[in-house]
């Protein structure tokens, strides 16, 4: 069974960068899964970030395109996610995802991110 | 783009109770890309139903789904205390690739 662990600061200054990573175990990154971020902001519902695939092919939400990045480390089976230029909008609980077959299967248990001075 | 709207926003029922969750799309959406999830207080969302009508690994078989043209429903045939969460319909396809309806909160009354 696959499982996912977050990883990263819990608190964000505004205009910098959100940096997170997603152990995996219990499976390869170079499974069939396409990896995947989704958050939730305070009380509100779930937003789809983006995604990659091991074989370099990347997806993402077009209201955050240009300043997402998801990355695959496969020495390391883990991938990340950078958020630029962020304000109180973009803090949030970030869950690392494995999705496949059009739906996101395995969840990490999530990490709040605050963006705030 | 596809808009996913549950109905309702909140229910309250007691255990033992049937429940049906809806979940209405804007458009068509084909039965193979919707799925069903339950999120508990403080926890991450779980799997419950892909392809409209499957259960995922692991879920008890009280749980439904079914489809009818752009009407999406989830049936809960008998509640039981741990069912009282807040389900979500998510939808896959568009520009966005994973579209999420805004959420119905199952309560105890």
């Known amino acids: 069974q696959v499982q996912l662990q977050e990883s990263g600061p819990g608190l964000v200054t505004p205009s910098g960068t959100l940096s997170l990573t997603c152990a995996v175990s219990g499976g390869s990154i170079r499974s069939g899964n396409w990896w995947t971020w989704v958050r939730q902001p305070p009380g509100k519902g779930l937003e789809w970030i983006g995604e990659r695939y091991h074989t370099g092919t990347t997806n993402y939400s077009p209201s955050l395109k240009g300043r997402v990045t998801i990355s695959l480390d496969e020495s390391k089976n883990q991938f990340s996610l950078k958020l630029t230029s962020v304000t109180a909008a973009d803090s949030a609980v970030y869950y690392c995802v494995g999705s496949h077959s059009w739906c996101l299967y395995y969840w990490g248990q999530g990490i709040p991110v605050t963006v705030s001075s | 783009e596809i808009v996913l709207t549950q109905s309702p926003g909140t229910l309250s029922l007691s255990p033992g109770e049937r429940v049906t969750l809806s979940c209405r799309a804007s458009?068509?959406?084909?039965?193979?890309?919707l799925a069903w999830y339950q999120q508990k207080f403080g926890q991450a969302p779980r799997l419950l139903i892909y392809g409209a009508s499957s259960r995922a690994t692991g879920i008890p078989d009280r749980f439904s789904g079914s489809a009818s043209g752009t009407d999406f429903t989830l049936t809960i045939s008998r509640l039981e205390p741990e069912d009282f969460a807040v389900y979500y319909c998510q939808q896959y396809g568009g520009s966005s690739f994973y579209n999420f309806g805004q959420g119905t909160k199952l309560e105890i009354k």
């Open positions: 458009q068509s959406v084909s039965s193979t890309y």
